[in-house]
């Protein structure tokens, strides 16, 4: 699917978890170290299964990101329960350090948009460490609401709606 917009044009391509191992685990690795200054908690052989079940499931959710023949990104969309309502979420929103605060992430979040429109949810959900300041104020950009800390502190719940 490519997204055409101000000049920029983005693809997105379906994880192949097989073909795409290497990168899906560069970027799931930076964005563990943005977020909590490591990645030594970060299970891969658990992430892989993760990966694995869910691009069966949402196979358009789960995308690479291409601008000019170069992937710059990642996203990882599904829709879930929460509190006994369907909601979308967020797993992963990424984009390389170079490509970061250039407008780029809003073209992800219309992706994210009409992925979670196609599969008629309103509201999605995210999680963001506290420490990661310059993703929390992306997402309040984009009109989303901090909701409370989970996982004992170490991630803030935040919501957006559609």
Known sequence: MNKSQNGVELNFIPIKPDKHRDIVIRFRR????VSFGTDHNLDLDEYLSFLNE???KFPAGFVLVEY???????LELSVRYYNGRQIGY???YYLIPSKRGKGLGEKLQEYAESFFKKHGVS???LRVSP??????AFYRKLGMEESGLEVDGKVIR???QI
């Open 131 to 136: 420490t990661n300041k310059q993703a929390r």
């Open 90 to 92: 967020v797993h992963l």
């Open 123 to 125: 509201e999605f959900h």
């Open 158 to 160: 935040m919501i957006g």
């Open 30 to 33: 930076d964005s563990y170290r």
């Open 68 to 74: 000019e023949d170069e992937v710059i990104g990642q």
């Open 54 to 56: 869910k691009v069966e």
